[in-house]
């Protein structure tokens, strides 16, 4: 089998796992692959530019899926909001085991900012929780 082929099917495999987590297990499994692809693509020999920016790019699609799941938890599709990544996520160079770095700017109507707190509270955990799953290999 062709390498690249592999890790295309390997990267599309966490992505979906990514897509398809809908609770906090599944969350937690799709970051167990993100560092499970990771240190099969170093052991395969993958530059460390080209890691960090994978890692980096799997996490926001994590990350992502966290606040969709939130934002649905919370009711809040009708707040506008930006999840900001700072320090070495937003820089792109993410290694195995990082610490979070995270912002959350939001506009509610009055009466609002409670839930949106709470929501982006929430979010901010499960990230950080999804972040340090244990890797499985």
Same mark, same amino acid.
């Given at each position: ?5 592999? $890790?295309?099917? =390997?990267?599309? $495999?966490? =992505?979906? +796992?990514?897509?398809?987590? @809908? @609770?906090?297990?599944? &969350?937690? #499994? *799709? ?5 499970? &692809? ?18 980096? +790019?799997?996490? #926001? ?10 934002? =649905?938890?919370?009711?809040? +599709?009708?707040? @506008?909001?930006?999840?900001? *990544? ?8 993410? =290694?195995?085991? !990082? #610490? $979070? #770095?995270?912002?959350?700017?939001? /506009? +509610? ?6 839930? /949106? ?19 499985? !290999?």
């Amino acid at each position: 089998r062709d390498l690249f082929a592999l $890790q295309r099917q =390997t990267m599309a $495999q966490v =992505t979906s +796992a990514i897509a398809t987590a @809908d @609770d906090r297990e599944g &969350l937690r #499994d *799709a970051a167990a692959e993100i560092h499970k &692809l990771a240190r099969s693509l170093l052991a395969q020999g993958i530059g460390a530019e080209q890691l960090t920016q994978l890692i980096s +790019a799997l996490n #926001d699609k994590l990350s992502q899926r966290i606040l969709d799941l939130e934002s =649905t938890r919370h009711d809040l +599709a009708d707040i @506008d909001f930006c999840w900001v *990544a700072l320090g070495s996520e937003g820089r792109h160079e993410q =290694t195995f085991s !990082t #610490d $979070q #770095d995270n912002a959350i700017i939001f /506009v +509610a109507e009055e009466g609002r900012t409670k839930p /949106v707190r709470a929501s982006s509270a929430s979010a901010s955990r499960r990230r950080t929780t999804c972040s340090s799953a244990p890797d499985s !290999t």
